[in-house]
């Protein structure tokens, strides 16, 4: 009876080990490939096959890809209409790049664009007083998302606080098609800040960051209800703020360390087990 007792726990530890060692194989991870310094570094970053976009509060970085020299700047006259912006997303030619009043009162939001052969502003898009403070836009399987956030630090003057943050999906008119807030084990990450930065992922996630952590979270569409469904969360050596998937070449995510002014790179990997090499 003791040998069989010894065989069972034997089989048990066995059977554990494995599970692990799957778990493991099949955890994705960033791994970063490339930093440089890039002084608009503070908010964001867009990228497209060639350029890197770095976005500041007012000013705009496009940057050569290969090697990582600025080759064309914008900056916002000095007392100009541009306040905060944050993410981007180049489409169609195009540099769409969330836009906000932040930090006054009462959150007013917009989408800027920009030429991005000459980083002249071309168009706007007003929400006006809508539902936060737009921190980022994507254009994703034919339609436009964006996040509008909500503070925790700013509660008593809004009546709100990050559990209304909402990520909404447009048609292409910026007609509003549907919404989703975030659940609690994401925007409890978030602290007294909210979400900075939103970009579709190849696998069909959205990816999503905070204010200050070095992690992004994976999230998926709900089947049911209106609060988005967390996947994963990966660690990543970017602090929060703006991201964009390169979808030039989907392995790679880009984001910013905005206290060094660093653009990095990161490479999207998957774990694999022995026996899949």
Not at 65 to 78: F, L, N, R, S
Not at 127 to 134: D, V
Not at 183 to 207: A, C, H, I, Q
């Amino acid at each position: 009876m003791e040998f069989n007792n010894k065989i069972i726990m034997l089989n048990i530890i066995i059977f554990l080990i494995l599970s692990l060692s799957i778990n493991f194989a099949q955890t994705p991870r960033f791994e970063t490939v490339q930093k440089f310094f890039a002084e608009e570094a503070r908010q964001g970053v867009a990228v497209d096959e060639n350029y890197i976009y770095v976005i500041g509060n007012r000013e705009i970085g496009k940057y050569d890809k290969k090697t990582t020299e600025i080759v064309a700047q914008w900056k916002d006259e000095e007392g100009g209409k541009f306040i905060h912006m944050d993410s981007g997303v180049i489409v169609d030619g195009k540099l769409y790049c969330a836009h906000s009043n932040y930090p006054y009162f009462p959150m007013t939001s917009s989408i800027e664009i920009f030429d991005p052969k000459t980083l002249e502003h071309i168009e706007t898009h007003s929400f006006g007083i809508y539902r936060g403070s737009c921190t980022w836009v994507d254009y994703y399987n034919g339609f436009w998302w964006a996040a509008f956030a909500h503070y925790n630090k700013w509660r008593d003057s809004t009546n709100a606080d990050v559990r209304y943050t909402s990520v909404v999906k447009f048609d292409d008119h910026w007609r509003e098609v549907e919404s989703w807030t975030f659940p609690k084990e994401v925007f409890t990450r978030f602290g007294e800040m909210s979400n900075s930065g939103g970009s579709w992922g190849p696998d069909g996630l959205l990816y999503c960051t905070g204010h200050d952590n070095n992690e992004v979270y994976g999230l998926k569409i709900p089947d049911t209800g209106s609060v988005l469904e967390l996947v994963r969360v990966i660690q990543i050596e970017s602090f929060g703020q703006g991201i964009a998937w390169d979808r030039s070449d989907p392995n790679f995510i880009y984001g910013i360390i905005k206290s060094d002014c660093l653009i990095i790179k990161s490479s999207f990997k998957i774990n694999q087990s022995n026996e899949s090499k």
